[in-house]
């Protein structure tokens, strides 16, 4: 194994381990087992996938709801495409989230981005359909759906609530991995209208974002 682990942390919600790669010393997140973040190209990839072609479709958003990404990265990218951004991030986690604010790899990564936002230590499924603010863009940065509560983030019942939130022309972008097809039906049936990026990563291989636009 090039790899080590020099941290391992369970949170009320999730498995936290963080690995250093031996050679390059370049380090990886792992929730529950599963990659959150491995650093260097695979991570810049995925995050400007999520983030630069919604701008595309609002270029002059100002202010963003990020869905999870308590890792920090979608915010920075975000702070990279608008320094003046208003961005309210939630996730459940707390202990996550505060361990990427501090943690120097991890801050090293993230840029600190996270200092720059309001934060929301809530489920999702709770914290948005209370939610009365309208956003001008929407990201969603959520695990694969491999777990029963996990699926219920990529549900129509949610789904429909979050687009509520979008404002005139905002734009929603939801990280789906490897299965997009049931994000495109949904989106298509709330918005009418969708669009599919896909971007591959070196190390991790193919993946795909869902875009829509409202109106």
């Not at 208003?86 to 200092?115: A, G, M, Y």
């Amino acid at each position: 194994m090039s790899d080590t682990l020099v941290l391992e942390k369970q949170t009320p919600y999730q498995k936290i381990q963080l690995f250093k790669e031996l050679l390059t010393d370049k380090t990886t997140l792992s929730l529950d087992g599963f990659i959150q973040l491995f650093e260097g190209e695979d991570e810049r990839i995925y995050h400007k996938a999520l983030t630069q072609p919604a701008f595309k479709l609002n270029p002059k958003a100002e202010d963003f709801l990020v869905l999870g990404g308590g890792d920090g990265c979608v915010a920075r990218e975000i702070l990279k495409l608008n320094p003046k951004a208003k961005i309210t991030l939630v996730d459940i986690d707390k202990e996550l989230v505060e361990f990427c604010k501090k943690d120097e790899r991890l801050t090293r990564i993230n840029q600190n981005s996270l200092n720059n936002c309001r934060l929301y230590y809530e489920d999702a499924l709770i914290w948005v359909p209370r939610c009365k603010e309208k956003s001008d863009m929407i990201i969603l940065d959520f695990p694969d759906p491999t777990t029963t509560e996990l699926k219920k983030l990529y549900a129509e019942e949610f789904l429909s609530q979050v687009v509520k939130l979008l404002g005139p022309k905002a734009v929603i972008s939801i990280q789906s991995g490897q299965n997009p097809i049931l994000i495109c039906n949904i989106l298509y049936k709330l918005l009418h209208t969708f669009v599919l990026h896909d971007y591959q990563m070196p190390t991790l291989g193919l993946g795909y974002v869902v875009l829509a636009k409202n109106g």
